[in-house]
T-cell receptor, first 117, second 115 residues
Framework: AQTVTQSQPEMSVQEAETVTLSCTYDTSESDYYLFWYKQPPSRQMILVIRQEAYKQQNATENRFSVNFQKAAKSFSLKISDSQLGDAAMYFCASLGAYGGATNKLIFGTGTLLAVQP | GAGVSQTPSNKVTEKGKYVELRCDPISGHTALYWYRQSLGQGPEFLIYFQGTGAADDSGLPNDRFFAVRPEGSVSTLKIQRTERGDSAVYLC?????????????FGPGTRLTVL
């Protein structure tokens, strides 16, 4: 069974500063994908970044980057130059690459990020 | 192009009533997913369609919940004899799984409130 743990219910960052959101996971899959999704008050889940576990290089998307530590089963999200629009709930999720009949995402409980002007 | 759409945006119903929630996936996406998100929690998987068939319905909580996707595009989640515990946001997602899993794109969700 796959599990995803986010141990920070809430985080706060000053505008233009850098913040790191933590995520750990557990999986029996030999290959898998990891995701960070952003959910603003509008409820729409927006993909922030995706990492394939077989790739050693950390994924980056503009101001967003991850620190993927496969042995430690850790997948943290770094947001650089934080902007007011980054304020949202952030969910870490895992998905087995060869999960048989299902491709379901397993989500953590989320981290609520506040950005202070 | 258009993203995943869900209707209605909000639904208020009384305990014991029947409700239908609709999801219109991204055009051409073969895979469709339903998730349920309770207050303060992450989404939880309900059911996954590949084309017209339910490939995995292991997340449906009981037999009051049922979903269909008759033509491999639009899907409807149906809840019979609603209970107050069914109150949640129901999210739909679609992806273009061709071989390995692809990124799932979510709709805005339907907030269901059972009084």
């Amino acid at each position: 069974a796959q599990t995803v743990t986010q141990s920070q219910p809430e985080m706060s960052v000053q505008e233009a500063e850098t913040v790191t959101l933590s995520c750990t996971y557990d999986t029996s899959e030999s290959d898998y994908y990891l995701f960070w999704y952003k959910q603003p008050p509008s409820r729409q889940m927006i993909l922030v970044i995706r990492q394939e576990a077989y790739k050693q290089q950390n994924a980056t998307e503009n101001r967003f980057s991850v620190n993927f530590q496969k042995a430690a089963k850790s997948f943290s999200l770094k947001i650089s130059d934080s902007q007011l629009g980054d304020a949202a709930m952030y969910f870490c999720a895992s998905l087995g690459a060869y999960g048989g009949a299902t491709n379901k995402l397993i989500f953590g409980t989320g981290t609520l990020l506040a950005v202070q002007p | 192009g258009a993203g995943v759409s869900q209707t209605p945006s909000n639904k208020v119903t009384e305990k014991g009533k029947y409700v239908e929630l609709r999801c219109d996936p991204i055009s051409g996406h073969t895979a469709l997913y339903w998730y349920r998100q309770s207050l303060g929690q992450g989404p939880e998987f309900l059911i996954y369609f590949q084309g017209t068939g339910a490939a995995d319905d292991s997340g449906l909580p009981n037999d009051r919940f049922f979903a269909v996707r008759p033509e491999g595009s639009v899907s409807t989640l149906k809840i019979q004899r609603t209970e107050r515990g069914d109150s949640a946001v129901y999210l739909c997602a679609s992806s273009n799984d061709q071989g390995s899993p692809d990124t799932q794109y979510f709709g805005p969700g339907t907030r269901l409130t059972v009084l």
